[in-house]
């Protein structure tokens, strides 16, 4: 499959969704957990199947992806940061 910004893949990509899942995931362990999906996932995201937990792995997971491939190296600095990248893609999605 290949990689989306639909990081919570409920069909949509949007700023205080995934938006905001992929700039908690870029600022570390502050947002671990349920934390990164808290009030951000999509109601309709397949994640949530099993459970809240697992949904929260599966996005981080995605998220890291982006990380690790360089699509969410958006200015092609080579690193990908919260208030750089990640405000970025936010901004953007807004």
Do not use: P
Not at 29 to 50: Q, T, W
Not at 51 to 76: F, H, K, M, T
């Amino acid at each position: 499959m290949r990689w989306s910004l639909d990081v919570d893949r409920d069909g949509q990509v949007t700023a205080l969704g995934d938006g905001l899942m992929v700039i908690r995931h870029l600022f570390g362990g502050a947002f671990a957990g349920e934390a990164l999906i808290n009030k951000a996932i999509g109601e309709g995201s397949a994640y949530l199947v099993d459970g809240r937990v697992a949904a929260a792995e599966s996005v981080a997971a995605q998220i890291q992806a982006g990380v690790d491939s360089g699509y969410l190296d958006v200015d092609l600095d080579g690193e990908v940061t919260a208030l750089g990248d990640g405000l970025m893609v936010i901004r953007h999605l807004f």
